[in-house]
Structures are given as C-alpha cells and as structure tokens.
C-alpha cells in the first residue's frame, strides 16, 4: 500500500511538473512579438497566439490554416518536408491598408521521423518592405 502510495504521488508530481511546462510554454508564446501558429499535419490550428490572431485579423479559428492563408492572401502556398521562408503579400484596398507579412513554415517531427505537426512564425514586415520599395523608387 505504502508502494502504491509513493507512485501515485511520483505520477502526480511529473503531471503537475508537465503542467507548468505547458503554461511556461502558452505565456512565452503570447508574450511574443511574433505571431504563432502550432497546427496539426493537417493544418488544423492548434494554438494560435495573439499576435497571428492580430495580423491575420482572425476571430474564429479556421478548420485548415494553410487554406485560409492561401484564401486571404490570394497565393498558393507550396508545403515541403523542409523549413521555408515565404513572404504574404495584401495590397492596399478601400477596405484595408497594405498588409506584408513574413511568414516561415517548420514542420516538427516525431520519433519514426514523420511530421507530426508545424509551426508558423508570422512577422510585420509592412513599414520595412515599402520603405525598401521606396527607396528603390527614389534611385531610378
């Protein structure tokens, strides 16, 4: 009985610890400057942090990010076994201002090697890529 006790408060003690791994997890990941989004080999979004929410003016979760991303940004969006960079572009319309995002796609692994899910890091880069623009502009 003493024996089964002490196993029972072991489990307890790695599932509390697994607990508070996950919540340090969830804080960094809104805590970010970037936008996040984990979603599943499918590409049903799993956690998708404020940030994302934000610069993809989101608010209801998709059933299929990669979709979604390819509706609202009016681009395909080739998906490898490997890590890529890929640059989302919205033009200025009556109805929004110019949005440019760079976007990097990673695929996470498991332990036979076959992805189990991905990660999309998403970043602002509007104000830089148009004074870039504008500067190339200026020279000719």
Request: glycine content about 2%.
């Amino acid at each position: 009985e003493l024996l089964a006790r002490v196993r029972t408060q072991m489990r307890l003690s790695f599932l509390r610890n697994q607990l508070t791994e996950k919540e340090k997890l969830l804080k960094i990941l809104e805590e970010s400057g970037e936008g996040i989004i984990i979603a599943g080999n499918n590409f049903k979004p799993l956690i998708v942090n404020q940030k994302a929410r934000e610069l993809l003016g989101m608010e209801e979760l998709p059933e299929n990010i990669h979709s979604y991303l390819e509706e609202t940004f009016a681009t395909r969006i080739k998906i490898d076994d490997y890590s890529q960079n890929v640059l989302l572009l919205r033009n200025e319309t009556e109805n929004y201002n110019p949005l440019y995002l760079s976007m990097s796609i990673h695929p996470v692994r498991d332990f036979e090697k076959q992805i189990d899910s991905y990660i999309l890091f998403l970043k602002n880069i509007t104000e830089k890529y148009l004074e870039d623009r504008l500067r190339l502009i200026s020279f000719h």
